[in-house]
């Protein structure tokens, strides 16, 4: 069982190098293993390339016959993009197979373990579980929600502000707590924003990290005012009008894409109708960046499923809250929350948490 925890460790790693391209596939590792040594590994790149276990077979070419396949997630026995991944396992000759986790689509959901043992492949699942579980589970939520995974970002001072009375917000939080930002935005399928975050910073929404690529960017812009010259827009840029997409072309010739979707009395929008809209576009994960009536939004609307806030070691006296809604008479009706993490980050305090059930 150790020899298999590492090689499926192994895979792990090599599943890593896909995070936040595989979509709507989920990032798989695979490695192959014969006399104690691996002969071939691979990884699932993005969606409509080879699956991993493809690559992981094709490096070790004949020496696969008889040989162990560690794989992260439990191989495909459906023709989707590609070929079934079962009929490749069972061309190769694999003798064995250890699976890190059950595959959550029901169309696959145990399939292909029982077409591999019904072939006299001995299939072991479970090895390094928590792992390969927590690669696969934004993909695992998708499949459940049929929407993305949605985590609420930001960064605030001690007594809660996240800008200045100017709007102003560079920087609250430090140089380290904004490259893990980047990170997360290297590894999540869109990072979402209002227009009145657009319209007063003209942000990327890109991603500055060495080797990092970009997510989708995100923006409700219910009146459709957003400018043409806006430097987020573009390909991977999804506008939210209520207002018809074919009456503003400068904006559809940036390459963006534009949703129409309806709006309420005070003009906005149903967060499940986004995150809908987002889910059918195959995003596993979304990181909302906005400001406070988009995140004050998001949370009163009980669809955020994760909090990641920055709380930097400053002051302000003043400024502008992290949310903003009418406030109970007391501190009882404030909303709950569970904190299920805390650790330092370039001197600011990053604190996970999630809305309590």
Not at 85 to 91: H, Y
Not at 161 to 167: D, F, K, L, T, V
Not at 173 to 194: P, Q
Request: positive net charge; hydrophobic residues 45%.
């Amino acid at each position: 069982m150790k020899g298999d925890t590492r090689y499926m460790m192994r895979a792990v790693a090599l599943a890593r190098k896909g995070l936040g391209r595989t979509a709507p596939n989920p990032p798989v590792g695979a490695v192959v293993v014969r006399d104690s040594h691996i002969i071939g590994e691979g990884f699932h790149p993005r969606a409509g390339e080879p699956h991993a276990e493809v690559f992981a077979l094709r490096q070790a070419g004949a020496a696969a016959w008889g040989a162990t396949l560690y794989v992260t997630l439990e191989p495909c026995s459906h023709f989707g993009r590609t070929p079934p991944c079962v009929d490749a396992i069972l061309e190769a000759g694999i003798a064995r197979v250890v699976v890190g986790v059950v595959d959550p689509n029901p169309v696959v959901a145990g399939r292909g373990i029982r077409t591999l043992r019904e072939q006299g492949v001995k299939v072991e699942v479970g090895a390094a579980r928590k792992q390969t579980a927590e690669l696969t589970a934004w993909y695992a939520f998708w499949m459940r929600h049929k929407r993305p995974y949605l985590i609420v970002k930001a960064a605030m001072t001690l007594d809660g502000r996240i800008a200045a009375p100017s709007g102003d917000s560079k920087w609250i939080s430090s140089e380290e707590s904004r490259a893990y930002v980047h990170e997360l935005r290297d590894r999540a399928d869109g990072v979402l924003v209002g227009i009145g975050t657009v319209e007063k910073d003209d942000p990327l929404l890109t991603c500055r990290r060495p080797g990092g690529r970009d997510p989708y960017r995100i923006v409700i812009d219910p009146a459709y005012v957003i400018p043409p010259a806006a430097r987020c827009l573009g390909e991977r840029a999804v506008i939210f009008t209520a207002g018809e997409p074919q009456s503003r072309p400068e904006v559809l010739k940036t390459g963006s894409r534009v949703v129409r979707l309806p709006a309420d009395e005070s003009g906005r929008f149903s967060w499940i109708d986004v995150l809908s809209e987002l889910g059918s576009m195959g995003l596993h994960a979304v990181v909302a960046e906005g400001g406070s009536s988009i995140l004050s939004s998001l949370i009163r609307s009980r669809m955020v499923d994760e909090l990641l806030v920055f709380v930097a070691p400053k002051l302000l006296g003043g400024g502008v809250p992290l949310v903003a809604w009418d406030p109970p008479d007391t501190v009882a009706g404030a909303v709950p929350l569970v904190v299920t993490g805390a650790r330092i980050i370039g001197g600011d305090v990053l604190v996970s948490a999630r809305l309590e059930d």
